[in-house]
């Protein structure tokens, strides 16, 4: 019986990680398609191939990526930009989606320092990212500081802590594997 168990138990861990990944890698194909693809279905009738949704989407991004380089196009581009900027709670949105955006792939890349700190009086410590290394121009008195988020276990969420930088060590780490670290508790450390 013990066997029998044993035999199911390593077979949950086998199948569970391995679907979740088909079942998440396919929401975000059907998702990514959908994009474009619902507008294409009706024009290409019974000829639609899944998948020409996101082949059309990169192509499009691509092209306005292009034309945001032209002077025309780019000055279209950033009077929108400017617009979205000054529409009260549309600011607000807009701008945590392109800060968001570009700490990924822009070219100031956050989450791109690995860190820890001890929490005040105790010896636990904590990893995070530094996101800013100057917060004084969100509030003086904080120059001496940096913004550094601390995901949480099992979640996309986290914290953002304003720490002093002489209580902040930089840690040779890359960042993707102290975010699977710490995002799975520990349990996908290196050995």
């Excluded at 617009?83 to 709670?89: A, G, S, V």
């Amino acid at each position: 019986m013990k066997l029998l168990a044993r035999s199911f138990i390593n077979g949950v861990l086998t199948v569970i990680p391995i679907v979740l990944v088909v079942y998440v890698v396919y929401k975000l194909f059907v998702f990514f398609d959908s994009i474009l693809g619902n507008f294409l279905k009706p024009y290409l009738n019974h000829h639609y191939i899944p998948g020409i949704g996101i082949l059309t989407t990169m192509v499009a991004i691509t092209a306005l990526g292009w034309l945001s380089t032209k002077f025309i196009t780019g000055t279209i581009i950033k009077l929108i930009d400017h617009l979205l900027t000054k529409i009260p709670f549309v600011k607000t949105i807009y701008s945590v989606i392109k800060d968001t955006v570009n700490s990924f792939i822009g070219d100031k890349k956050s989450f791109s320092k690995v860190v820890t700190f001890t929490f005040p009086g105790t010896e636990i410590k904590s990893i995070g990212f530094i996101t800013s290394d100057d917060v004084e121009g969100f509030y003086s008195p904080l120059q001496d500081h940096a913004a550094v988020y601390i995901p949480q276990t099992f979640q996309v969420a986290g914290f953002t802590f304003l720490i002093p930088k002489d209580q902040i060590e930089v840690i040779d780490v890359k960042p993707e594997d102290a975010m699977k670290f710490v995002l799975s508790g520990g349990m996908a450390s290196q050995k």
